[in-house]
């Protein structure tokens, strides 16, 4: 990742090429992020991988289309959007009897200081499949540091489940 | 989970949330940040200058410095603003050392406004928004996806030598060799586009505005070929402790090699002595370096080295 992102100055005419920019993009899906559940038995800890199959964005300049698809540059989601996000998770411990699980998710992203790239809101809701049980969220969360690091804190009432996660979110 | 289980934990988010922003950067990027951190505390000095009414009545040609890459340039009755920045850090760890020199609700009016790439020293959304919003706001070809709609008049892209042309203001997109993206992760994302360097024409006075960039020159040369060039704004720093400049970015001695190169009648240096950047042995280090250049080449007349909040007016 390193050599990756080393500075390399380019002439005008070397533009990435395609496959560069989805190497690039696959690098970082491949991040996980950090999730915690809790219930009223146990607390669990495990990663999460998030991906955006849409998302409208609100906040930028009409040049661009408001529609994105999985490779969503950061300012497209901060300045103001609307969300789907799928994700899968992988947890250090079975619930029932499956070490993995999977949600969908409609998030809202409000810009709160700098167009949202120093903080911005996210509310939502989502459902999360772990095992035979598929609970209904709520999310709210904060981002910040460019829209990176995204904490977000997901309450289910039936069955009574917390979900806290730290996020990291490049495109 | 034990008390162990997490202390290891929260060890192990710790190591993931400061390890994770830094990866990304050059050990350039990482001693601005640590130098910046060290200096929390200190007091923004400053500027040497504020001009309280900078917009000039009578005037053929005026250029104030705002600090680092923000210019205020007036042409006769237009005005143009390059990379505006006025907050108090950019990209939000890297502290300002000395207040801009220019209040912008100074300012009524600003034609365009050119930015030069999107790193966040010199594509600064904070700043933007405490702009006039009458004008027209330029950007380099892969700068849309991260420009947020700021409410300026209109926002065009321009290509390397795409040219906009209205009202007798002839403004050139031209090449210059730094290099994309704007948060370190995008570099090879957005590489070879996202950045360049711009040429204003109006009644004839011909202003070029190199950016950020490093020393290329077929660039340069080129550019001293096709326009008439009477002011170069070139940066000179950072050039950390050596004298000769980087691949992206030109030190005093090559800024002064453009300044032949472009046979500008002038040259105004830019891009230090602004924010607390720590790659210098001192803050005047490029600005001192410069002198002994022009020194040397005898060429002082031709390089005026404002304080910043300082305006030239020819």
């Given at each position: 990742?390193?050599?990756?992102?080393?500075?390399?100055?380019?002439?005008?005419?070397?533009?990435?090429?395609?496959?560069?920019?989805?190497?690039?993009w696959?690098?970082?899906?491949a991040?996980?992020?950090?999730?915690?559940?809790s219930?009223?038995?146990?607390?669990?800890?495990?990663?999460?991988?998030?991906?955006?199959?849409?998302?409208?964005?609100?906040?930028?300049?009409?040049?661009?289309?408001?529609?994105?698809?999985?490779?969503?540059?950061?300012?497209?989601?901060?300045?103001?959007?609307?969300?789907?996000?799928?994700?899968?998770?992988?947890?250090?411990?079975?619930?029932?009897?499956?070490?993995?699980?999977?949600?969908?998710?409609?998030?809202?992203?409000?810009?709160?200081?700098?167009?949202?790239?120093?903080?911005?809101?996210?509310?939502?809701?989502?459902?999360?499949?772990?095992?035979?049980?598929?609970?209904?969220?709520?999310?709210?969360?904060?981002?910040?540091?460019?829209?990176?690091?995204?904490?977000?804190?997901?309450?289910?009432?039936?069955?009574?489940?917390?979900?806290?996660?730290?996020?990291?979110?490049?495109? | 989970?034990?008390?162990?289980?997490?202390?290891?934990?929260?060890?192990?988010?710790?190591?993931?949330?400061?390890?994770?922003?830094?990866?990304?950067?050059?050990?350039?990027?990482?001693?601005?940040?640590?130098?910046?951190?060290?200096?929390?505390?200190?007091?923004?000095?400053?500027?040497?200058?504020?001009?309280?009414?900078?917009?000039?009545?009578?005037?053929?040609?005026?250029?104030?410095?705002?600090?680092?890459?923000?210019?205020?340039?007036?042409?006769?009755?237009?005005?143009?603003?390059?990379?505006?920045?006025?907050?108090?850090t950019?990209?939000l760890?890297?502290?300002?050392?000395?207040?801009?020199?220019?209040?912008?609700?100074?300012?009524?009016?600003?034609?365009?406004?050119?930015?030069?790439?999107?790193?966040?020293d010199?594509?600064?959304?904070?700043?933007?928004?405490?702009?006039?919003?009458?004008?027209?706001?330029?950007?380099?070809?892969?700068?849309?996806?991260?420009?947020?709609?700021?409410?300026?008049?209109?926002t065009?892209?321009?290509?390397?030598?795409?040219?906009?042309?209205?009202?007798?203001?002839?403004?050139?997109?031209?090449?210059?060799?730094?290099?994309?993206?704007?948060?370190?992760?995008?570099?090879?994302?957005?590489?070879?586009?996202?950045?360049?360097?711009?040429?204003?024409?109006?009644?004839?006075?011909t202003?070029?505005?190199?950016?950020?960039?490093?020393?290329?020159?077929?660039?340069?040369?080129?550019?001293?070929?096709?326009?008439?060039?009477?002011?170069?704004?070139?940066?000179i720093?950072?050039?950390?402790?050596?004298?000769?400049?980087?691949?992206?970015?030109?030190?005093?001695?090559?800024?002064?090699?453009?300044?032949?190169?472009?046979?500008?009648k002038?040259?105004?240096?830019?891009?230090?002595?602004?924010?607390?950047?720590?790659?210098?042995?001192?803050?005047?280090?490029?600005?001192?370096?410069?002198?002994?250049?022009?020194?040397?080449?005898?060429?002082?007349?031709?390089?005026?080295?404002?304080?910043?909040?300082?305006?030239?007016?020819?």
């Amino acid at each position: 990742m390193i050599i990756v992102l080393a500075p390399t100055a380019r002439s005008q005419t070397q533009e990435a090429s395609l496959s560069d920019r989805v190497f690039t993009w696959l690098q970082f899906q491949a991040i996980p992020s950090i999730t915690i559940l809790s219930s009223t038995s146990a607390t669990q800890t495990g990663f999460e991988w998030e991906a955006t199959p849409l998302l409208y964005s609100f906040g930028m300049t009409r040049l661009v289309s408001p529609w994105k698809s999985f490779i969503v540059e950061p300012p497209a989601r901060f300045t103001g959007s609307i969300e789907f996000v799928v994700s899968g998770q992988i947890l250090t411990e079975k619930v029932g009897n499956s070490y993995f699980g999977g949600s969908a998710q409609l998030l809202g992203h409000i810009p709160l200081i700098e167009r949202g790239e120093h903080l911005g809101l996210t509310v939502g809701i989502g459902s999360y499949s772990f095992s035979q049980s598929t609970p209904f969220f709520k999310v709210v969360g904060i981002s910040t540091l460019f829209g990176f690091l995204h904490f977000n804190l997901k309450q289910s009432a039936s069955p009574k489940l917390w979900v806290g996660s730290i996020e990291f979110r490049f495109f | 989970m034990t008390q162990a289980d997490w202390t290891r934990f929260v060890k192990g988010i710790a190591f993931v949330f400061l390890a994770l922003p830094m990866c990304g950067c050059s050990s350039y990027v990482t001693r601005i940040v640590s130098y910046s951190l060290q200096r929390m505390t200190e007091p923004i000095q400053p500027p040497a200058h504020r001009v309280l009414s900078p917009i000039l009545p009578n005037t053929n040609l005026a250029v104030l410095w705002v600090g680092h890459a923000a210019m205020l340039i007036q042409i006769h009755d237009k005005v143009f603003m390059t990379d505006p920045s006025f907050t108090k850090t950019i990209g939000l760890i890297v502290r300002r050392a000395v207040e801009p020199g220019l209040d912008p609700s100074s300012l009524s009016s600003v034609d365009y406004t050119l930015i030069s790439h999107l790193h966040f020293d010199h594509f600064s959304y904070g700043s933007l928004d405490l702009l006039p919003k009458n004008g027209k706001l330029l950007i380099p070809s892969g700068g849309a996806a991260y420009t947020p709609e700021l409410g300026f008049a209109e926002t065009r892209e321009l290509k390397p030598w795409e040219v906009l042309e209205e009202n007798g203001v002839r403004i050139t997109a031209v090449p210059v060799q730094h290099f994309g993206g704007r948060y370190g992760f995008d570099i090879q994302w957005n590489a070879g586009r996202g950045y360049t360097g711009w040429v204003v024409e109006y009644k004839g006075k011909t202003v070029f505005v190199a950016g950020d960039t490093g020393y290329h020159p077929e660039y340069f040369k080129e550019i001293g070929r096709r326009f008439s060039v009477d002011v170069a704004i070139v940066p000179i720093a950072p050039v950390g402790t050596r004298e000769s400049g980087s691949r992206v970015h030109v030190s005093p001695k090559e800024a002064v090699q453009i300044l032949e190169d472009v046979n500008a009648k002038i040259m105004i240096p830019m891009h230090h002595r602004t924010f607390f950047q720590g790659v210098e042995t001192a803050p005047t280090f490029a600005q001192d370096l410069l002198k002994r250049i022009l020194e040397e080449k005898k060429i002082h007349a031709r390089v005026k080295i404002l304080d910043i909040g300082e305006q030239w007016i020819e």
